[in-house]
């Protein structure tokens, strides 16, 4: 190998390095703003968790409200956006009275005032 070919051949892999010292970089920023993220959402989980907590154990004190209650609301809200997945979900239903758009979070109609059934909008 001559010497010019060397010259190209050390070129080229010193931008190789260069080229995935930049992709590097850009992966742990990429990192780092999800695990800000992951630590943002954790606190924001430890303080519901918490709120959650305190209301019911409020609610217990002041009510004479049982577990399997606060079980049973927790199933039908679980079931508004007709899926049992241990999740709130929310997305657009249909009224099939008004036919008006209202939120899977709501238990009524906002405009009619129609109880939403979980079978109906599953
Ligand atoms: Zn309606």
Redesign the pocket.
Known sequence: MDFFMGGLIAASAAREAADQALRTSEINQAANLVRTDVNDLREQVERLALLTQSLWELLRERLPLTEAELEKKVQEVDMRDGIADGKLGRHPLR?P??L?VSNSRHKR?L??G?EFQSDVFG
Do not use: F, G, I, V
């Open positions: 009224c009275k008004c008006r109609c405009y009619c129609l």
